[in-house]
């Protein structure tokens, strides 16, 4: 089955340290995306990708980093300079040159504190 | 102003009751319109686009007012499954190559037996 799939599901983070969060997809999408949703918000963007070895950051990216050095794989660091981490992330894709259709997310990480 | 605003509720209602939600959107250059269901600890997913001309897809109506900058979600004969929470989503490219999302904070829906 074609989607996105996102690993791990839950993901604990001690002070200082980096962590990478994976999302991969098998529908022959250009374009990825990150997003962080907080508790009784709606989502907002961290980066995204249009094409391989191409990104751009959204509305939050202090305190984040990505790659996308192959089409399927666009994972996500959450560095130490990140200060509150505590989240939902999502992770979306669209083809590319189908910019006005619907996003289409994968199951998400849930990111804590130690 | 939020570039998004919804009624974040929550919305209590019976089984079989009909519940409509409004959403206001900032950017008259907007572009592409969704409603978005999300339950509790899962990943949004996809309801329905919502086009100028309304459109229907069983007991959920979706309205566009691009004068007003409004959207709205009509549910009808509510079922107790539709205890989620939705989001009004809006999508502008502006010039790009790339749409960029914007996600209202979303609205609590409980149906009760």
């Known amino acids: 089955d074609g989607g996105i799939t996102q690993s791990p599901k839950y993901l604990f983070r001690k002070e200082g340290q980096n962590v990478t969060l994976s999302c991969e997809q098998n529908?022959?999408?250009?374009?990825m995306y990150w997003y962080r949703q907080d508790p009784g918000q709606g989502l907002r963007l961290i980066y995204y990708?249009?094409?391989?070895?191409?990104?751009q950051k959204g509305d939050i990216a202090e305190g984040y980093s990505v790659s996308r050095e192959k089409k399927e794989s666009f994972p996500l660091t959450v560095t130490s300079a990140q200060k509150n981490p505590t989240a939902f992330y999502l992770c979306?894709?669209?083809?590319?040159?189908?910019?006005?259709?619907?996003?289409?997310f994968g199951d998400g990480t849930r990111l804590s504190i130690l | 102003r939020k570039e998004v605003e919804q009624d974040p509720g929550p919305f209590n209602v019976p089984e079989g009751a009909t519940v409509a939600f409004n959403c206001t959107y900032s950017?008259?250059?907007?572009?592409?319109f969704f409603w978005y269901r999300q339950d509790c600890r899962k990943e949004p997913k996809l309801l329905m686009s919502?086009?100028?001309s309304g459109n229907e897809d069983g007991r959920f109506t979706a309205q566009l007012n691009r004068a007003s900058q409004y959207i709205s979600l009509l549910i009808r004969d509510s079922k107790l499954s539709d205890s989620a929470t939705y989001l009004c989503?809006?999508?502008?490219?502006?010039?790009?190559?790339?749409?960029?999302?914007?996600f209202g904070q979303g609205t609590i829906l409980t149906v009760h037996p």
């Open positions: 979306a894709s669209t083809p590319t040159g189908a910019w006005y259709q619907p996003q289409h």
């Open positions: 529908l022959n999408h250009d374009a």
């Open positions: 990708s249009q094409i391989v070895n191409d990104f």
């Open positions: 950017n008259s250059a907007s572009q592409s």
């Open positions: 919502v086009y100028s």
């Open positions: 989503v809006v999508n502008y490219a502006g010039g790009t190559s790339y749409g960029k999302l914007t």
